[in-house]
């Protein structure tokens, strides 16, 4: 078994809080010392144009997850912040169910490249192969004004590659707001769901619907996944909010995390700045909020890897 661990962030509902927890649930891993490697799933792309990663010109998830002859290793990006990588999205991926129609066992093919990936990162004599990024970087350079612009740009992306020889600690997987293909993709992928609520808007009867088709998902595809948790994103003062988290820790006991993420207008600010919440406003609410959930997350897991033995 791999040390990895991966999340899938899944709510069907819109604007529940998936992006901003993947994009800062990973920086905050990132900087607890935690490798870790974000894939954009949402053809809308929102976690990497948080991260300022732009599509990839050449290969894309569309291209790699259907073919078994591509990897996923020549278009993992490394972001700004420290510790973390990110799959990129391409807005290509609408046209995922008719690309994945024909595939024989589509639900998992995100779950056989992750694994090769880690793989071929867990390698001993890992060498990156230079290789496979040289088509990146020449497509990269007709975009320079100099030469001297484009070797400084070349030693740079060469040194982030380069840095890119071990495995990701966590996977953290954001899904678009629907449970089509691409989030069951996700679902088979990971150990563990993570399901964001607005607070302030929470339907229960949704949440039951989303239990359900992760029961599903365990009982076909992947037996050892669980819930993480259900985690109240942007909780304010209102009595409402409060009355909804007791609600959820009611109607799902022991599923609900410890942590609540707070309202907070930074974290709204925020994804216009190519930057995570830790970094635009390393004080804020939102970055002590999704710290404490990466603690949370930290000891939830690793403890459990200690027990295992
Ligand atoms: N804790 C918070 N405080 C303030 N604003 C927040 C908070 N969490 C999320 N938001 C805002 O709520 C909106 C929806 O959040 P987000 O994009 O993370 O949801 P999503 O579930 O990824 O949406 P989609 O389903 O469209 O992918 C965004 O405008 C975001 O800035
Ligand atoms: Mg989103």
Not at 92 to 106: E, F, S, T, V, Y
């Amino acid at each position: 078994m791999m040390a990895m661990r991966s999340i899938a962030v899944v709510n069907e509902k819109g604007g529940s809080g998936k992006t901003t927890t993947a994009v800062n649930l990973a920086a905050a891993l990132g900087e607890r010392d935690r490798r870790v490697l974000v894939v954009d799933l949402d053809p809308q792309a929102s976690a990497s144009k948080w991260y300022g990663v732009k599509e990839p010109r050449g290969r894309d998830l569309l291209d790699v997850l259907p073919d078994d002859g591509l990897d996923l290793t020549p278009i993992v990006r490394p972001t700004d912040a420290p510790g973390v990588y990110i799959v990129p999205s391409s807005h290509r991926l609408i046209h995922i169910d008719k690309a994945l129609a024909r595939q024989i066992g589509a639900e998992v093919l995100l779950r056989s490249k992750l694994h090769a990936l880690q793989t071929f990162l867990e390698q001993e004599q890992n060498i990156v192969p230079l290789d496979a990024y040289w088509g990146e970087l020449e497509r990269d350079r007709v975009s320079f004004d100099s030469e001297q612009e484009a070797a400084e740009h070349y030693i740079k992306r060469i040194g982030e590659l380069q840095r890119m020889v071990s495995p990701f600690d966590y996977i953290i997987i954001d899904c678009p707001p629907a449970l089509g293909i691409l989030t069951v993709n996700a679902l088979a992928a990971a150990q563990a769901v993570l399901i964001p609520v607005e607070a302030h808007a929470i339907c229960l009867n949704d949440l039951d619907a989303l239990t359900g088709v992760i029961e599903t998902v365990k009982a076909r595809l992947q037996p050892s996944l669980r819930i993480a948790g259900i985690l109240a994103c942007r909780v304010n003062r209102t009595r409402h909010a409060t009355a909804a988290v007791e609600q959820l820790n009611q109607r799902f006991p022991g599923l609900v995390c410890r942590t609540t993420i707070r309202e907070n207008v930074s974290l709204a600010k925020c994804p216009s700045h190519g930057i995570p919440i830790t970094q635009y406003a390393t004080n804020s609410s939102g970055a002590q909020d999704y710290r404490a959930l990466a603690e949370e997350v930290i000891g939830n897991n690793e403890s459990e890897d200690a027990n295992d033995g």
